[in-house]
């Protein structure tokens, strides 16, 4: 009698076990804290006319040409900062810096 009540309680272990890893994958759970604001459309360039495009409350804040820009652009929300990435300054990283 006490066998089958460890071959019992042993089974059921087994099969609470099985239930509990079915074989499916484990999701990690957690939150994520955010403070600020919601950021809206951001910028882009258009490469054909060499200009950076910034949208705010749907229309357009800034119109830049690339290639006459000397200093970084400066929003009350944002900073565009350019980093050239060749000698012949054809190459162009800008690095958009929010508050």
Not at 4 to 11: D, H, M, P, Q, T
Not at 18 to 28: Q, R
Not at 37 to 50: A, F, H, I, P, R
Not at 60 to 87: F, G, K
Request: hydrophobic fraction near 45%; charged fraction near 20%.
């Amino acid at each position: 009698m006490i066998n089958k009540v460890r071959s019992g309680a042993w089974l059921l272990s087994l099969l609470l076990l099985l239930l509990l890893f079915d074989g499916s994958s484990a999701a990690v759970m957690g939150k994520i804290a955010f403070s600020g604001s919601v950021v809206e459309m951001g910028c882009w360039n258009d490469t054909q006319v060499l200009e950076i495009q910034c949208h705010r409350q749907d229309t357009v804040t800034r119109h830049v040409i690339v290639e006459n820009m000397t200093t970084p652009i400066v929003e009350p929300y944002a900073a565009v900062e350019t980093q050239y990435l060749d000698e012949d300054k054809q190459l162009t990283l800008l690095r958009i810096v929010y508050d």
